[in-house]
């Protein structure tokens, strides 16, 4: 396998080596019974997610980024290999992790203290409590005095932060998230990534989140795995040793940080050209 790890690890994944998930050697194949034919899109992949890190998946549109929290999320089942969530194989909808997709996914009938308490209600939690611990969260991400506000009274920024929150308010141990920011503005983006990192800072969560923003994947990562054009393989994984806390706003004079980012992006340059000149 071609996996490179540059540069070396760093202090963070010495001290979190407990494994919450991993993939082993998972091979996914989509059959198409129309055309009685399988397109490989995932193969060979052995990925494996400590405690408390933030992991980036990046690679070329169509690589498999999706599918591999689809694959921990139990949405999809590999057609070889294991998937593994918390010391057991994952078998059916796992309801041990949270999942911020790329819509979100606010029910737009309930306020936005009332989207954020689902998870709590569905636990049985009182509502003092629910109150208390979604208050707090809401007011982590400065939305003090929109509790009341239904979805449609909310920026999409606003929606994404209380999307993120509802999520975290569950307290999986892990997270997935697949392009979270996706539909965002620049600006709206970078205020979102830096209460992210706050929040991820506080809470430890394990977290793999999808990305197509560099960038993004460096200012939040502990790790970046790099992809390969489809089927995805595993290409290279980097270490993102730039000291936390980080500062998101100011990541580009962080030292490294265009060391790390020109490598990526010679990976990702190299799987695009090679998916061109497979699908031209
Ligand atoms: N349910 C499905 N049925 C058939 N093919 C699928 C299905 N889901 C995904 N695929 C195919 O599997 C491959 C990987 O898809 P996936 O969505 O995981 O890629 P991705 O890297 O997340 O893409 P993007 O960056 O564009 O979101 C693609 O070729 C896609 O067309």
């Given at each position: 396998?071609?996996?490179?790890?540059?540069?070396?690890a760093?202090?963070q994944?010495?001290?979190?080596?407990?494994?919450?998930?991993?993939?082993?050697?998972?091979?996914?194949?989509?059959v198409?019974?129309?055309r009685?034919?399988?397109?490989?899109a995932?193969?060979?992949?052995?990925l494996?997610?400590?405690?408390?890190?933030?992991?980036?998946?990046?690679?070329?549109s169509?690589?498999?980024k999706?599918?591999?929290?689809?694959?921990?999320?139990?949405?999809?089942?590999p057609?070889?290999?294991s998937?593994?969530c918390?010391?057991?194989?994952?078998?059916?909808?796992?309801?041990?992790?949270?999942?911020?997709?790329?819509?979100?996914?606010?029910?737009?009938?309930?306020?936005?203290?009332?989207?954020?308490?689902i998870?709590?209600?569905?636990?049985?939690?009182?509502?003092e409590?629910?109150?208390?611990?979604?208050?707090?969260?809401i007011d982590r991400?400065?939305?003090?005095?929109?509790?009341?506000h239904?979805?449609?009274?909310?920026?999409?920024?606003?929606?994404?932060?209380?999307s993120?929150?509802?999520?975290?308010?569950?307290d999986?141990?892990?997270?997935?998230?697949?392009?979270?920011?996706?539909?965002?503005?620049?600006?709206?983006r970078?205020v979102?990534?830096?209460?992210l990192?706050k929040?991820?800072?506080?809470?430890?969560?394990?977290?793999?989140?999808?990305?197509?923003?560099?960038?993004?994947?460096?200012a939040?990562?502990?790790?970046?795995?790099?992809?390969?054009?489809?089927?995805?393989?595993i290409?290279?994984?980097?270490d993102?040793?730039?000291?936390?806390?980080?500062?998101v706003?100011h990541i580009?004079?962080?030292?490294?940080?265009?060391?790390?980012?020109?490598?990526?992006?010679?990976?990702?340059?190299?799987?695009?050209?090679?998916?061109?000149?497979?699908?031209p």
């Amino acid at each position: 396998m071609l996996t490179q790890v540059v540069p070396k690890a760093s202090p963070q994944d010495e001290r979190s080596a407990r494994e919450i998930a991993a993939l082993q050697d998972v091979y996914l194949a989509f059959v198409d019974t129309q055309r009685r034919s399988a397109k490989l899109a995932l193969e060979g992949i052995s990925l494996s997610f400590k405690e408390g890190e933030f992991c980036s998946i990046v690679g070329p549109s169509g690589c498999g980024k999706s599918t591999i929290l689809n694959l921990i999320a139990g949405l999809t089942k590999p057609t070889e290999g294991s998937v593994i969530c918390n010391g057991k194989p994952v078998a059916g909808i796992n309801t041990e992790v949270g999942y911020v997709t790329q819509d979100d996914n606010l029910l737009p009938w309930r306020t936005l203290q009332s989207n954020v308490e689902i998870a709590l209600e569905l636990r049985g939690i009182p509502k003092e409590e629910r109150a208390r611990r979604s208050r707090e969260l809401i007011d982590r991400v400065g939305l003090t005095g929109f509790e009341n506000h239904y979805p449609a009274q909310l920026s999409g920024g606003m929606r994404k932060r209380g999307s993120i929150i509802r999520t975290l308010i569950y307290d999986a141990n892990l997270i997935l998230m697949d392009e979270p920011f996706g539909p965002l503005d620049a600006q709206t983006r970078l205020v979102l990534q830096n209460d992210l990192v706050k929040l991820w800072e506080r809470a430890r969560s394990t977290v793999v989140f999808v990305t197509h923003d560099l960038v993004e994947a460096i200012a939040l990562s502990d790790r970046i795995i790099v992809m390969t054009a489809t089927p995805g393989r595993i290409k290279k994984i980097y270490d993102i040793d730039i000291p936390r806390p980080r500062d998101v706003f100011h990541i580009h004079d962080a030292p490294g940080f265009s060391r790390i980012f020109d490598a990526l992006w010679a990976d990702i340059r190299e799987e695009i050209k090679a998916s061109m000149r497979r699908d031209p």
